[in-house]
């Protein structure tokens, strides 16, 4: 089995691809693997630190020994020595050249012969064998040696940037302890059932998706969120793949299979980034494959067309300065470094709890000028407390049960709130049947009541009467109608997230010029919690249609809009926006499935280290572009006149390539937090 197979069988995921033409195809002594067109996506894996290490071991030999034999062959021209010359000069030297180089000419011939002729490879060959043939042997052994040192270190921060995200968030254990008729029983977790017991003892990794079922237990929730503060769970709430047992054995009711686990998910959001590019991606793969056709066209003309125009024209003068330019103008820089770059943001972001599913969302995220956001769990804790109860015209005990029989069935915030005020008096109730009205509430029939609980527009849907000055309650309430007529309220309060307001001063300092809250809640409690955000328009009592209206008013007005939600009716308008981005622990599934970036920690504050995030990897992009474009076009003006010789065309792409990679993978060491 390949290693590329039993990764794949490991995780259950494709391996995580990054574009370059260099890992693409192996040019050197590396491991072969399928595909040769240049620019192509990669198929290089990283399958861990062991096999990284002996891989490398094997790969980078010939390199060494090619690098001897070119030092000892210039020391021995150096001293003109009288053995070394004729055709063991040649050997010498030839022998360096294919030890780095045979690959190389391999790709480009296969090219060739599928009538892909103009890419790297074929620069790279043309150029090399052209010195060889006006005898330029240690030059033309320079420039295929640095051309694949250049790849060895390009291969390098790719892997370093693979492992930097594997290593944080992919640790599941392969075996884990099932519960079998009171005995722990070690199984492989792709063949846990949903349903199954899983124990977890202290210090280990949670391998599936499921519920506590120990009355307590402290986990590490770094591999998810980016935080590593214990996070105390208690009987009931949810564990999540990944997260580390810190203080006691847990028992944990398995409620997803192993593929579809939070983890699982992260890591195919990941693997999936590096597919979807960013414009200037797009436009650097297009401009290439223009680009240099018309280059190998130009060192045609420099070196025939001075025959005509000069009158003591030397073929083989001008045949040089022709392999110069070609050296020269390689995209090489261009083609690694951008996505490596894009890859690297992608890397940095998952390190604070931000996942982008595509280098696109990353590039899209620094234009964002209007922040448009849910309240509740997004700007709001989402954790509800039920502040009274209030039975107008019906027995407390008796309303107060259905209502929480009713809401047991939901899985809201605020009808958490209410089954959990209400005890287990609720719990095993009969419901003959049950009806969530989105932006309404509820409607069923509880031990043959029929009970409404929802807003006061449920109850006005309905025809139910009820006091009108209830709507200037400022708290969330919960109006309940039992058999056709009013029966009471709830009234339920929610906190701002410790961090809200930091967000909002970090938008504002970011250049954001809007900052809106959309949201079902009343509108009374919307203002309120505007007001103390100081957020410049707020709506409440909105619909999801009504949600998709704003955001649509907003971008006519030629806005870049990311929208932050995180429930299931934020679903429409996160798919609407420009960047559509859900808070991933509070979030429900379809937020998080439609999100283009989700936030794990969800933290507000993570929606500007996201644009931070975007910005800068946009400046390190075009700094790579100026670099490359800088230096090339004075190099080939210098080539083109004979003053810049071969190992000046070596430096041109292989040392601002290797300049370029250094700068990308920078990002992976800023802190944006």
Request: hydrophobic share 45%; proline share 3%; aromatic share 8%.
């Amino acid at each position: 089995m390949s290693n590329q197979e039993k990764d794949k069988e490991e995780t259950g995921l494709q391996p995580m691809e990054i574009t370059s033409p260099r890992t693409a195809e192996k040019p050197g002594p590396t491991p072969e693997v399928t595909g040769d067109a240049c620019c192509s996506p990669t198929h290089s894996h990283d399958h861990g630190h062991d096999h990284d290490h002996e891989e490398g071991g094997n790969s980078y030999l010939p390199t060494g020994i090619s690098l001897f034999l070119l030092v000892s062959g210039i020391v021995l021209d150096y001293l003109e020595s009288d053995w070394f010359a004729g055709y063991l000069r040649l050997a010498w030297f030839g022998l360096a050249y294919v030890l780095v180089g045979w690959k190389v000419v391999k790709h480009a011939a296969t090219n060739i012969a599928r009538g892909e002729v103009f890419n790297e490879f074929f620069l790279m060959s043309l150029a090399t064998i052209g010195a060889f043939w006006i005898g330029e042997y240690a030059e033309g052994v320079a420039v295929m040696l640095f051309y694949v040192v250049g790849e060895h270190f390009q291969e390098a921060a790719v892997a370093r940037s693979r492992r930097s995200i594997r290593n944080l968030i992919d640790n599941r254990p392969q075996l884990v302890n099932v519960l079998q008729n009171g005995r722990a029983v070690e199984t492989d977790p792709r063949r846990v059932r949903i349903g199954d017991v899983i124990q977890v003892k202290a210090g280990e990794r949670v391998a599936l998706d499921g519920h506590l079922l120990t009355d307590r237990s402290s986990f590490n929730t770094a591999a998810l969120t980016g935080e590593s503060r214990p996070d105390t769970k208690t009987t009931g709430e949810k564990v999540l793949a990944g997260m580390i047992n810190l203080d006691q054995v847990a028992d944990i009711e398995v409620t997803s299979a192993f593929e579809d686990s939070a983890l699982s998910k992260i890591l195919k959001l990941i693997e999936q980034a590096s597919g979807r590019k960013a414009p200037t991606q797009k436009f650097i793969t297009k401009f290439a494959k223009v680009y240099t056709p018309i280059v190998v066209f130009m060192a045609l003309g420099l070196t025939f067309l001075p025959y005509f125009f000069t009158a003591d024209y030397q073929f083989e003068e001008w045949l040089y300065r022709a392999l110069v330019f070609l050296v020269i103008s390689c995209p090489c820089a261009l083609v690694i470094s951008i996505p490596l770059g894009y890859f690297g943001g992608i890397g940095a972001a998952s390190r604070n709890g931000i996942l982008f599913k595509g280098s696109n969302y990353l590039d899209q995220m620094r234009k964002v000028d209007t922040v448009v956001m849910d309240k509740t769990g997004t700007l709001t804790e989402g954790v509800f407390k039920v502040q009274e109860v209030k039975a107008e015209t019906f027995d407390r005990e008796l309303m107060l049960t259905l209502l929480a029989t009713l809401e047991s069935k939901s899985t809201h915030p605020i009808a958490q709130a209410i089954v959990a005020y209400a005890g287990a008096g609720s719990v095993g109730i009969d419901i003959e049947s049950v009806e969530e009205i989105p932006g309404y509430g509820l409607r069923g029939r509880v031990k043959g009541h029929e009970v409404l609980a929802g807003n006061a527009r449920l109850l006005d849907k309905f025809g139910i009467v009820y006091d009108q000055s209830l709507n200037e309650i400022v708290e969330t309430i919960v109006l309940v109608a039992v058999g056709g007529s009013y029966a009471g309220y709830v009234t339920i309060a929610d906190q701002v997230k410790p961090d809200a307001r930091q967000a909002v001063q970090a938008l504002r300092a970011l250049g954001v010029r809007q900052l809106v809250m959309l949201s079902g809640d009343k509108d009374s409690i919307v203002q309120k919690v505007a007001g103390e955000l100081g957020l410049d328009q707020a709506y409440g009592g909105l619909l999801p249609e009504d949600k998709v209206t704003r955001v649509e008013e907003l971008q006519r007005q030629g806005n870049t809009v990311a929208f932050v939600g995180d429930g299931i009716n934020d679903a429409p308008v996160i798919a609407l926006a420009d960047v559509g981005m859900a808070m991933g622990g509070l979030g429900s599934d379809a937020a998080i499935e439609t999100a283009d970036v989700v936030i794990q920690t969800d933290q507000p504050t993570r929606i500007a280290t996201a644009i931070r995030l975007g910005k800068k990897t946009n400046q390190i992009v075009w700094q790579n572009i100026a670099l490359a474009f800088g230096v090339k076009a004075l190099v080939l003006l210098f080539g083109a006149f004979g003053v810049a010789s071969l190992w000046e065309a070596v430096f041109a792409d292989v040392g601002v390539a290797f300049l370029a990679i250094l700068n990308a993978i920078r990002i992976q060491r800023i802190t944006f937090s």
